[in-house]
């Protein structure tokens, strides 16, 4: 079992090296449906796992230059309050175990689905935003929706572990058309940081984290997510995109039926 996790590890991180997504639509699913952990274990196990991995992310993407501090300052205040608020609400109602785990099971579900909208069509989004600049919020209006953006994403990442990563970039491009791919990916990591720290410590005070579990995905994570951002560019981005929304597509449809 421990090789099942390493190897686990090692999957998603090149896939998320490859793609830039499916860290935590995959990891959640993958740890609830193959391998019979709790919905709460595995969204708990998760965040500490995202945190740790997208910390060194974020590293890179300062070095290069390519993390826009300003936008990660407004999703942090909604983000970072909403996920202890979410996190208040899992212990407030932590005593209906099976009503709990049913919400965050159909919480995944729905991001991941989420998920899939984000990688099938963040391109179109994007080309219709610029065409028609007179729909861009500007100002303090762009503001305001940014911190609105992040307590949404706050209190889905709190729940489920999944949202940061496709589903935030993909809002990013909405609001910040003019970011580089290369930005856009830098800030979506960056807040990511804090955020998942935020909400692993506070499913770690929830009692919700495996941490042999965590510290076996680990190992594969770290070589598995080195080895796909090297090969990232020697493989068609479409080709991974549509393989990963299919993935994600049957991962939504075997936790809800």
Do not use: N
């Amino acid at each position: 079992m421990t090789l099942s996790y390493v190897f686990s590890g090692f999957a998603v991180g090149a896939l998320v090296g490859l793609t830039g997504v499916g860290g935590g639509s995959l990891m959640t699913p993958l740890l609830t449906l193959l391998f019979g952990v709790s919905p709460t274990v595995a969204v708990g196990t998760d965040l500490a796992f995202a945190s740790t991995t997208k910390a060194a992310g974020t590293l890179a993407h300062r070095v290069r230059g390519t993390v826009r501090w300003e936008v990660v300052r407004h999703l942090c205040m909604g983000a970072l309050p909403a996920a202890v608020l979410a996190t208040l609400g899992l212990k407030y109602f932590g005593a209906l175990d099976k009503e709990i785990a049913h919400i965050i099971r159909y919480s995944i579900a729905g991001s991941v689905l989420l998920t899939v909208v984000a990688l099938l069509f963040r391109g179109r989004m994007q080309a219709w935003v610029i065409a028609h600049p007179e729909k861009q919020l500007q100002g303090v209006k762009l503001a305001i929706a940014t911190v609105a953006v992040g307590a949404l994403l706050g209190t889905l990442v709190t729940i489920s572990s999944i949202g940061a990563g496709a589903v935030g970039a993909t809002i990013l491009v909405l609001l910040y058309p003019r970011l580089s791919p290369a930005e856009i990916a830098g800030t979506d990591i960056a807040y990511a940081v804090p955020l998942t720290a935020i909400a692993a410590f506070g499913h770690w005070w929830l009692g919700s984290i495996d941490w042999e579990l965590l510290m076996t995905l680990l190992l594969g994570s770290v070589p598995g997510i080195t080895i796909g951002s090297l090969a990232a560019k020697a493989m068609p981005e479409k080709v991974l995109r549509g393989l990963l929304a299919t993935t994600l597509t049957g991962v939504a449809a075997k936790m809800v039926f």
